[in-house]
């Protein structure tokens, strides 16, 4: 809970800080924790979400426990909202991330 609390009271101040601090957790802390992030991360937009959900993935791909939290965030959505197009349009993940994106990830 005191994890939850911190990273909603850190994004709060300021906004972007929460991403460094969720892969800090990811990379250097335990199982619990990483799913505790998990929790804090389902409240994201889905753009973040994903691209956490990607990173946490590739990191931990042999906890099924932390799987189990974020493993649901990567394909939560599939549809976005396009300026140009002026309304929600539905993709592929695949076509939302260019390959350096990709391949950063």
């Known amino acids: 809970m005191k994890i939850y609390i911190a990273l909603w009271a850190s ?34 937009n889905a753009g973040d979400r994903q691209k956490l959900a990607v990173k946490t993935v590739l990191q931990r791909h042999d906890e099924l426990d932390v799987m189990a939290v974020y493993l649901p965030l990567m394909a939560s959505t599939n549809t976005y909202y396009s300026n140009s197009a002026r309304k929600q349009v539905k993709t592929d993940m695949s076509e939302r991330y260019d390959r350096a994106d990709a391949e950063e990830l």
């Open 11 to 44: 994004a709060c101040r300021e906004f972007r800080d929460y991403e460094e601090k969720i892969t800090d957790i990811v990379e250097h802390g335990t199982a619990h924790q990483a799913m505790t992030a998990g929790v804090f991360v389902q409240n994201l």
